[in-house]
């Protein structure tokens, strides 16, 4: 499985922006797929996350009514549409995915790179 992560970029505060996580190989629906970040000096925290079979969607308190993940199975691509970024939203955003749900990034077997988003005030 591997993941490619883009759309990030500079963007004002109360802008929008959609990343986008492609992926090629195995098929991801039965994987749980995920949003994390890390903005400089800080750990990797999560972001939001899409159950595997169900697609319930979950989402870490600051981001929760800003930010929607969602997945498109036939192109093969999971979704994260930032709204009304503020900018403490700033950070390397990375796509990720693994049968088994955790919290703890390390936990979590496939990543994207990384796409950087800038928002400045």
């Known amino acids: 499985v591997q993941l490619q992560a883009s759309g990030g970029g500079l963007v004002k505060a109360g802008g929008s922006l959609r990343l986008s996580c492609t992926h090629s190989?195995?098929?991801?629906?039965?994987?749980?797929k995920a949003w994390f970040r890390q903005a400089p000096g800080k750990e990797r925290e999560f972001v939001a996350r899409?159950?595997?079979?169900?697609?319930?969607?979950f989402y870490a308190d600051s981001v929760k009514d800003r930010f929607t993940i969602s997945r498109d199975i036939r192109a093969s691509t999971f979704y994260l549409q930032m709204n009304s970024l503020k900018p403490e939203d700033t950070a390397v955003y990375y796509c990720?995915?693994?049968?088994?749900?955790?919290?703890?990034?390390?936990?979590?077997?496939?990543w994207g790179q990384g796409t950087l988003v800038t928002v400045s005030s």
């Open positions: 990720a995915a693994d049968m088994e749900w955790s919290l703890d990034p390390s936990k979590l077997k496939y």
């Open positions: 190989g195995r098929t991801l629906s039965s994987y749980h």
């Open positions: 899409i159950s595997r079979g169900t697609g319930a969607a």
